[in-house]
């Protein structure tokens, strides 16, 4: 099978487009998509930008597409590292985000559940709410550590398919208050307006990204696994299978419909009555985990 | 006639049979492994799931979508 630019051998089938690339022309291809993306969203000369890293594929290609980026635009990344203590899985990604990061000569700050609310992940997970307890009190952290480096935005790794996902999600679970969000992302005082610049990039091409350009990202497997997500992601990847593209068409559709639902929306950024942290609700989702977590 | 070709997933190796002039993603159908969540190296190098397999080849499947 041959590139259909070069006529070199193929890596990839772009089955949406219906084109075959060679090495060569899929990074160039990839890199091009997300710079255009990180140039739609708008960061400046001058800006300082935090990165939430935690050595896989998505957060090691946001890194490298970002430094790449800063050093035309002219802009400075820290990146945030979060250990939950996850034993036997975060320490082994932590390490290859470290040195990935050394390599770049970008500083790495770690943040520790342990430190923060006094116990890791594995201490408080049972009854399977690990990915509930991990995804609250990751965000409060990140956001935490970002704002107090001055951080004027912070990046994760979501790719089309996390984003796909959490459309999905939201309308099977009739979570309309978060549906708006995802759409219309809250701002405000104390809160870091987050950026996604891989969020055009099908899961399956940043991997291949992370392959061919040797980031030497962790693909190790977090043992806490969130059964509706999976249910969810393999629902898409057998309907993208069949149908090529549907990814793009679920986010253009929820994109068309997304200005027509935030009149809808009662949040409001509020300030959390226990500890001060921006939150949607009085008491926010943080402090009420740890008040449960506080009774066991 | 079949021909034999090598499955490597992670640590495991395997051999399979497959029809002649099967491709990669045929062999992805055959055990139930669906290609838009993998990538694939045939012969140690990258390729598309669309390449011809022939007896003796070596496939490594290699997981592209994180669990969680």
Known sequence: ?296 | MSIEVQIIRGKTLSLIEVEPDSTIADLMEQIGVNRETVLTRLNDEVAVEEERLKGGDVVEIIMAISGG
């Open chain 1, 1 to 296: 099978m041959r590139c259909v630019k070069c006529k070199e051998k193929a890596v990839y089938h772009r089955r949406y487009s219906g084109q075959m690339l060679c090495k060569e022309h899929f990074l160039e291809y990839f890199e091009r998509k997300v710079r255009k993306n990180i140039r739609k969203i708008g960061i400046k000369r001058g800006d300082s930008i935090g990165i939430g890293l935690s050595g896989g594929k998505d957060s090691m290609s946001t890194l490298q597409m970002l430094w790449k980026s800063s050093k035309k635009i002219g802009f400075e990344l820290t990146c945030i590292g979060v250990d939950e203590g996850i034993d036997g899985y975060r320490e082994e990604t932590l390490a290859v985000a470290k040195a990935f990061t050394g390599e770049l000569d970008v500083p790495f700050e770690v943040v520790s559940f342990k430190e923060t609310y006094g116990r890791t992940l594995d201490e408080m997970a049972d009854n399977g709410n690990a990915c509930t307890y991990c995804g609250v009190l990751r965000r409060r952290l990140l956001n935490e550590k970002a704002r107090k480096l001055g951080m004027d935005k912070l990046a994760t790794g979501h790719n089309l398919d996390d984003e796909v996902q959490a459309v999905m999600m939201n309308y099977l679970r009739g979570d309309v208050e978060r549906l708006i969000r995802l759409g219309n992302p809250i701002s405000g005082d104390g809160f870091v307006g987050r950026i996604k610049p891989l969020s055009e990039m099908p899961e399956k091409e940043v991997a291949l990204y992370s392959l061919l350009t040797n980031l030497g990202s962790s693909s190790s497997e977090c043992p806490y696994s969130q059964s509706f997500r999976s249910t969810t992601r393999d629902f898409i990847n057998q309907l993208e299978k069949a149908n090529p593209g549907i990814k793009f068409s679920v986010m253009r559709g929820y994109e068309k419909l997304s200005p027509h639902l935030k009149s809808y929306s009662r949040s409001e950024l509020l300030k959390c009555s226990n500890c001060g942290e921006p939150s949607s609700q009085e008491v926010c989702n943080a402090c009420k985990i740890l008040k449960t977590l506080s009774k066991k």
